[in-house]
């Protein structure tokens, strides 16, 4: 499980392999495409506020998005 919800990367492999029957297959990528979707959002504010433009803007929930990111792909992130 990462920060914010979702299995790994690694992790969401090895659950789609023992998913067995296509139904529990279909619900664990739906809600890991809700997970991934939300933290993308979450990347996209963190990307924005970065701009000369908007760094005035506190940050907020994204600001270790980045973090997540690694954690989704890698299964840790360096701390």
């Not at 139904?23 to 996209?44: N, P």
């Not at 994204?62 to 701390?79: I, Q």
């Amino acid at each position: 499980m990462i920060r914010g919800g979702g299995l790994c990367l690694p992790h969401l492999r090895l659950a789609l392999q023992a998913s067995g029957p296509a139904a529990g297959y279909q619900a664990l990528l739906a809600a890991q495409r809700e997970a991934w979707s939300a933290l993308m959002a979450e990347l996209d504010e963190f990307i924005r506020k970065n701009d000369y433009r908007f760094q005035h803007e506190p940050m907020g929930d994204e600001r270790d998005s980045w973090l997540r990111a690694l954690d989704a792909l890698l299964g840790y992130s360096p701390k």
